[in-house]
């Protein structure tokens, strides 16, 4: 209790064979690979009123922790922290979380079924839960100030529904690809989403779509293959340009109205839709 430590260095307990590990109320930063492949490490332990406020890269990656609790101050977890972390599958962030900053993958293969994203994180990066076959449950809450969805960020996992918060600006390439459950995907007319990537909803469940009116193209292949997408809503104010290569092939599409400012509409963008009319 009186330990004054205030780092824990760069691969200070790599591959070593501890199994319970309690950080110090003074430490603020945890080192690249500290962590890293300690195998027998399940418990992972903070002080109350815990000082920390950085994990880095690939701190826990390859560690056998079950659960984890992210301390109030927070602000940065880099990337691959916790990646192939098959046996974790809980993590809880602090009501009141400071946390700003998730790198790409920090959470990549690991088993979580469910995660609140915090509400001061801006950006979902790159595959961060890519390859967590057990996670049906993601809550972003309404007061979110998320404004970016990363390539492949969701890809493959077995939510039925999303809400995506007004102010997320773009949707990486892959985000939900072979969302193969994902049923639902919220989006709001007054949304200021203007960007939705290559493949984004490729594979997924999605029965209806409302684009908002700040999306100006319509990418390759991104709702390709949504055999149960019977619906796609555009608003009235629609900047939507462009209708890309396969954006929509083989999906349920029945009615579509395509708005005033459409200029292009590409090859195959409605190809084997059987059941579609143009209105």
Known sequence: TNCNIQI???????SSSIETICIPQHVKFIGSRAFYNCKKLKHIEFSENSSLQSIGNLA?????????????????????AFYNCQKLIKIEFHENSELLSIEESAFESSSIKEINVPKHVSKIPTKLFFNCQNLNKIYIPNNSE??????S???SLKIETITIPRHVLNIGQKAFYKCEKLTKV????NSKLNSIGESAFEYTAIESILIPPCVSAIEENTFRYCCNLLNVYFTDNSELQIIKKQAFQASAIENIKIPPHVLVIEDNSFSYC??????
């Open 60 to 80: 826990f990656a390859h560690s056998s922790i079950e659960e984890i609790f992210i301390p109030l101050h927070v602000s940065i977890i880099k990337s691959f």
């Open 8 to 14: 824990i260095c760069d691969s200070l307990f790599e």
């Open 153 to 155: 960020a969701f890809e």
């Open 146 to 151: 998320l404004l970016s969805i990363g390539d």
């Open 186 to 189: 919220e989006l709001f007319e």
């Open 274 to 279: 059987h059941n579609m009319e143009f209105i």
